[in-house]
């Protein structure tokens, strides 16, 4: 399966931003997608995810700021960036997982995204 993040870009502190992640592939079903972010000496950290089913998760850094949502019948995730701050600036990464076509069955996947920058001036 492969994952097509596109939206990041430079936005002055307080400005917004939409990530797009389309998924492409023998898919079934995809049961989970989310966003992860890395900024520069730091670890990559769980910004927010969502389910099949539309529960979300999001980090505490980030909620009430930034809303994650899904189209199941595109197979694309959506983070709305809004409010955003310095220390939001970071590679945006999309993940997802669920189950492709393989042969006569199915079979687990779970794939990233290339990434995309996001960065915030103050």
């Known amino acids: 399966v492969q994952l097509q993040a596109s939206g990041g870009g430079l936005v002055q502190a307080g400005g917004s931003l939409r990530l797009s992640c389309a998924a492409s592939?023998?898919?079934?079903?995809?049961?989970?997608m989310g966003w992860y972010r890395q900024a520069p000496g730091k670890q990559r950290e769980l910004v927010a995810a969502?389910?099949?089913?539309?529960?979300?998760n999001y980090s505490d850094s980030v909620k009430g700021r930034f809303t994650i949502s899904r189209d199941n019948a595109k197979n694309t995730v959506y983070l709305q960036m809004n409010s955003l701050k310095p220390e939001d600036t970071a590679v945006y990464y999309c993940?997802?997982?669920?189950?492709?076509?393989?042969?006569?069955?199915?079979?687990?996947?779970?794939?990233w995204g290339q990434g995309t920058q996001v960065t915030v001036s103050s």
């Open positions: 993940n997802a997982g669920g189950t492709v076509v393989a042969g006569t069955g199915l079979r687990d996947f779970g794939s």
């Open positions: 592939g023998s898919i079934f079903r995809v049961n989970y």
């Open positions: 969502i389910t099949s089913g539309g529960s979300t």
